[in-house]
Each structure stands twice: as structure tokens, then as C-alpha cells.
């Protein structure tokens, strides 16, 4: 909707004090205020778009379940006609001229047909509400569906987003599972329509004058239950972010991972306060827009009230100036409390549905913003390896960061070599390594795998010869094989030669299912491992992957001295044929590499090997003997 796009680019204004979340109701008033200035029909004009595209949505979800819900629905309404059409026939003998057996005799023909037709009508709705409910978990898992394999394809920077966050909350949470709610109150609204056009219809029959008066009961309900939706959603549009934080929050007390810290740092207290805080902002919205729905639909029913009573004082008025006959009379009023229950379905139908659009709609938005998040589409296949590797003077800089990430950064890479990165915290060394990796696009500049830029390249080809074992790995609640095997094909052979490789074997061979064991607590026989073991585990897939280019990012940070030494030696053992990059703190370590590249806030202070880094005397050196004077004093003084 382009409304909400315009709304979302207005920049956030700095939240007030105390509120370094970001969550002070400053961060939404800018944001929301064009939206919401917005006129309601500008809005209601978006309407027949949006359930267009929810249609569409569900012809794709089942074309059969789609076709039979909306046939069956607009057949009972033709049978409606019938039902009124017979019930005036059934009045008009009952009230015309002659002896009371004799009219009787000539309604009961007509009291069959309506039988007959509230039958036929009944069994239609019942085969629609199957269809639609068949219907509707299609829609949703379809919406779901299309999400997610957005969401697994955007480009990495996007998750560095947070405008890109709370729009992607707001479609999982609310515009997946209002995709299917678009879906049924569509057909609800069709119901509803269907009955109000069939009691016209009949009314038109009778007497035309009297097709207005129903009509005029709508305008009040359609104004409170339309503004009642605008309010619930611009409260949900102001809490996203709010909320995505409670929940967050929520996760942090609830789950297993953070629950040991938690009591440590006795970080119950601080927590429960801080959810307290976001929760008490959400409710405080929450509240007020209650309170001024309540308002509005108790002005809407009043209206509604009087615009009723002004009816039947006009049926009364025309069948006392003698304009319509009694018959008509009776059946009109059959016919306006049958459309009144319709309007009302017609009402609250469209009140969902208008509300069930706006979240649509941010999803719709999402899928778009997502979409323009993908990389372009590159056909080139990656080599099956390469020679040399090259970043050529690369820079990069995170979505909303201030200063650059890289700064005119050459790194080079040949075939079969272990480069090692070092420096301090932030100096760039990860970013380049997923830069390497494809996971990211520089911002200038071009990496190459010899003379192909990876631009070129398509990215999903081009990580199947790349192993990234990050620093911060994720504990997958699969089994021990599926976490070492990572989505390929199991193979005990190359499984037991990583494990080894790893150091991780006997781990392995301890656990009470081997290579079956479920790696997650919340399961039934499910267990765990610990920081130094999980290390292992993700080590392996990086020996598993037999990938032209292995990057292990600080991959002994939870191991002790001795099994560092030990996997730095396998590291370097097995990178023939592959090339390795090793990012690492402990410079000892890194002595056999064949090239040391120093990082320093985004730039690459040094290069060279061990013995010409030392002999130059630099960064490098500096950080090597503070390194060696530590591990002397321990040999001194030890603990």
C-alpha cells in the first residue's frame, strides 16, 4: 500500500531520555502521522485491490475449493429471491379476499416452495463453509510459504535492518494468517452482499420505493465498524516494535539457552522490569484505542437504532396513505429484519476485512520490500575452484552504520593456502571473511575467484563451494550427523573422516545414539554439549563440506590450549587442495600460515608471513609480545 510505504521512509526522530530501546512513543508519531492523516475513503479505495489480490491468492491455494466456496455462495442467494418471492405469494393468499379454508388451501403450494428454497439455500451455505474451510489453511500456508522463501533468499544485509524487522514481524505475525482471514471475510462480505442485493431485488419487485429504506440502515453500522478497524490498526502499527521486544524479552526468561545467565547475574529483577516497561507502552496503546472504539460503536448503533425506527415509520406511513397493500407491508418487514441480519453479517464481515487488509497489506508491502532485497538474478556458475582469490580494494558499510566497515581493503588468496586475519574487535576481519563468502556484496570494489567477479556469480552455487563456520555458530536442535552434514546427504564415511578430522569423534562416541543423538534438551532423550564440544561439532562441518574455500572464524575460542594446537595443526594438514582462512585472536597460532594479514579499523595495517611481520617490528609485533609476555608471566606466577 503506498500510503504506509511513503509513511515508513519518514526518519524516526531520537527517542526521549531514559528510553535508549528506542521504544519511546516518540519513535511512532512521525512515522504514523501521514498515514493517518490519510482520508477513510482514500483508504476504502485500496479495498478492491487488496481482496483482488487475496482472490488470487486463493485461485493459486486450490482453485477448486476457491471456485466452489464463491458458486455456492452467490446459487444461495439466488434461492433467497425464491424464499422471499414465495413467502409474499404465501402472504398475499393469507391475506386475501374469501373464506379462511380457502386461502389457506391457495398458501400451502407457496409454503412448500418456501420450504423448498430455505432447503436448497441452507445446503448451498453448508457446501460453501466445507469449501471455505478447506480453503482457508491452503491460503495460509501458501502466504506463509512465498514468506518464508523470501525471508531464506534476501540478501544478509537486510537482517542488519530494523526498518526491514518490524516489517517482517508485522507479515509473520499478523498478514500471514490475515491472508486466509482476506480470503473468508471476502466471502463472508459476498454472503452478505449476496442477501442485501437478493432482498433488493425482491424489494424492487414489490415496489420500488421501498429498496432506499434499506439502504439507509447501512451508512451508520458501515462509518463505525470502518473508523473501529482504522483505530485498531494504527495501534497495532505503533506497538510493532514494542512488541517484537516484549516477546523478545519474553524469550530471554522463558528459554533454555539464556536461563543459566539469567540466574547468574541474577538478571531476573532487571528483566522482568524492562518487560514491564514495553508491555505497560503496549497496553497503555491498547487501552486507548478501546476506549475510543467503545465510542465510536456506540455512536454507530445509536445511529443505526434511529435510521431502523425512521424505516418502519415510513412502511407504516406509506401503508396507511395506501401506496402499498398490506401483503406488501408484511413481507417488506420479513424482508428488511432478513436484510437487516445480512447488512449486519455485511457489517461486521467488512469491518474484519478492512482490518484484515491493512495487515495484508503490510504483508503484501513486506513481500515487495523482500523481493527488492533479493539479488538480481546471476546465472554464471562458479568455478569448481580457483587459483587465486582476490578482494581488490573493497569497502563496505553496514545498513544505518555511520562509518565503513572495510576501507580499500586487498586481500589475496591462492589455491591450497591458510591466510590468517588479526587484529582488534571490529577492525573488519569478519566482514571481509563474509564478504569472501558471498554473503554480502561490497560496496566498491570487486573479490574475484580469478578473473570472475563473484558479482557475476549466482550466490546459491557460489556457497556450495565456500565453508563459513562462524564465531558465534548456530546449536541446530537436529541430530549430531544432520548438524555436522548441514542439509547434504548423509555419508557415515565422510561423516566419521570430519568428526575425526575435528577432534570430535569421541564426543560422538559417548553420546547414547552416536551421530542419532538429538542435540536439544527440550526434546524427549535429546542432550547437549558443551561450548568446547559444540566448537567441534561446527568445525566439522567445515571438513565436511570439502569446499574450494573453508573460513573459520575464531573456531577455538571455547577449546583449551592443548586441543587449539591440535586443531590448528589438522586445519593446516588438511588445507591441501583447499584454500583456508583462519580469523583468530591467538597469534600463536597463526605462526604456519602462509600469509598474516593485520586489520586495523577497516584497513589492512600489515601483511606478510610470521618472521616478516616480527622482523618489522609493527602491529603485529606488538600484539605478539604482549600475547608471549601473558603466557610467560603464567609460566612465572601460575594461577
Known sequence: MRLRRRARREPAPVAAAGHRS????????????????????????????????AVQTAWEASRLDAAATFALNLL?????????????????????????????????????????????????????????????????????TRLLRLTSQ?????????????????????????????????????????????????????????MPLLLITAVPGGWAALRSARMRYAAFVRVSTARRRKFMLSDLMAERPPAAEVR?????????????????????????????????????????????GAVYLTLGGLLAAGVIPLAVTGTSVLAIRAGGGSLTSLMQALNKLYEAA?????????????????????????????????????????????QPALRNVTVTVAHGEVIALVGENGSGKTTLAKLLAGLYRPDAGAI???????????????????AVIPQDHTRWPLSVGDNIAMGRPLD??????????ADAAEII????????????????DGHDLSGGQWQRIAVARGFYRNAALIIFDEPTSALDARAEHALFERIRTRADGQSTILITHRLASVRYADRIYVFERGCVAEQGTHAELLARGGIYAQMYELQAAAYRERETHPV
Not at 103 to 128: E, Q
Not at 517 to 522: A, G, H, N, V
Open 492 to 501: 557415515a564415511q565422510r561423516l566419521a573422516a570430519a568428526a575425526t578430522a
Open 358 to 402: 491493512l495487515y495484508f497489506g503490510d504483508y503484501l508491502d513486506f513481500c515487495d520490500l523482500a523481493r527488492a532485497r533479493v539479488p538480481a538474478g546471476r546465472t554464471a556458475l562458479a568455478p569448481d575452484g580457483f587459483d587465486r582469490m582476490t578482494a581488490d580494494r573493497v569497502t563496505f558499510t553496514y545498513p544505518g552504520a555511520d
Open 448 to 466: 574475484r575467484w580469478d578473473t570472475t567477479d563473484l558479482r557475476e556469480i549466482n550466490g546459491d552455487d557460489l556457497r556450495e563451494r565456500v
Open 264 to 308: 547468574a547475574f541474577t538478571l531476573r529483577a532487571h528483566l522482568l522490569a524492562e518487560y514491564d516497561r514495553v508491555a505497560d507502552l503496549q497496553q497503555c496503546a491498547e487501552l486507548d484505542v478501546a476506549r475510543r472504539q467503545a465510542r465510536t460503536l456506540v455512536a454507530g448503533n445509536l445511529l443505526t437504532g434511529a435510521a431502523t
Open 76 to 144: 444461495a442467494g439466488v434461492f433467497t429471491i425464491f424464499a422471499l418471492l414465495a413467502t409474499y405469494r404465501v402472504l398475499d393468499s393469507l391475506f386475501a379476499a374469501g373464506a379462511s379454508a380457502t386461502r389457506v388451501r391457495a398458501a400451502i403450494p407457496f409454503l412448500f416452495l418456501v420450504g423448498a428454497a430455505s432447503g436448497l439455500r441452507a445446503g448451498l451455505l453448508a457446501g460453501a463453509a466445507w469449501a471455505q474451510a478447506r480453503l482457508k489453511p491452503q491460503v495460509e500456508r501458501l502466504a506463509e
Open 154 to 210: 534476501v540478501e544478509l544485509a537486510a537482517f542488519d535492518d530494523d526498518e526491514f524487522h518490524n516489517a517482517m514481524q508485522r507479515a509473520r505475525d499478523s498478514g500471514v494468517p490475515d491472508s486466509a482471514t482476506m480470503v473468508e471475510m471476502t466471502v463472508n462480505v459476498l454472503n452478505g452482499a449476496v442477501g442485501i442485493v437478493a432482498t433488493l431485488i425482491f424489494l424492487g419487485v414489490l415496489q420500488p420505493v421501498l
Open 22 to 53: 528506542g521504544l519511546a512513543v516518540r519513535y511512532w508519531e512521525a512515522r504514523d502521522e501521514e498515514f493517518m492523516s490519510a482520508g477513510l475513503l482514500t483508504m476504502v479505495r485500496e479495498l478492491p485491490a487488496l481482496v483482488t489480490r
Open 509 to 524: 562416541a559417548s553420546l547414547p545414539y552416536g551421530y542419532d543423538t538429538l542435540l536439544d534438551r527440550r526434546f524427549q
